[in-house]
């Protein structure tokens, strides 16, 4: 049976959360900013090629772009993949912005950014475990709770590298 249009379009959003209470509103502000930053990963690129390069329709992306719809954790990791941006830059801003970066900071003769607090290795670690877990878990952390997690870990491992991966799954369970 074919639906009518009237039918699909109260539909549930596809794109949108199953845990509600979980949600974490995302500010006018915010998907401003999310539009620009798409933007910026799609370039020179037409919309069309750069929808087809994510493997969905330019008119959802259009839809992205005109801020009608956020984007799903699949659609993300695709238009991230596709922008060669990461995930968390795309989503939320915070760098590091493309994966050049990101590689250069976890690379340990990688120089220590300018203002980097002490034992930075321990932060890139830090950092890298947090955007793994947020990746496997298909969710973010606020910034507050980000940062948050990256300060606990750090201040838990006490220096020693193994630690942070050791304590990662209590303090992101404390965090989320």
């Known amino acids: 049976m074919t639906k009518k249009p009237y039918e699909s379009a109260n539909a549930a959003n596809r794109n949108g959360s199953d845990s509600k209470g979980a949600a974490v509103p995302i500010s006018r502000n915010e ?13 020179e690129r037409t919309l069309l090629r750069f929808a087809q390069e994510c493997g969905f329709s330019d ?14 954790l699949e659609n993300l ?8 941006v990461t995930v968390d ?6 760098p590091p912005r493309t994966r050049a970066e990101l590689a250069a900071l976890l690379k340990k003769s990688a120089p220590v950014p300018l203002g980097a607090p002490e034992g930075s290795a321990l932060w890139r670690l830090a950092v890298e475990v947090v955007q793994e877990w947020q ?18 870990l750090v201040e838990l491992a006490d220096g020693e590298p193994a630690q942070v991966r050791t304590l990662s799954a209590k303090v992101l369970r404390l965090a989320a």
Do not use: C, H
């Open 31 to 43: 998907s401003e900013q999310f539009k620009d930053r798409l933007r910026e990963a799609i370039g």
């Open 59 to 72: 008119s959802l992306l259009g839809a992205y772009l005109r801020g009608a719809k956020l984007p799903g």
């Open 77 to 84: 990791i695709a238009m991230a993949n596709a922008g060669g």
């Open 89 to 94: 830059w795309l989503a939320t801003g915070r």
């Open 135 to 152: 990746v496997k878990e298909g969710r973010l952390l606020p910034p507050d709770k980000f940062m948050r997690a990256l300060e606990l």
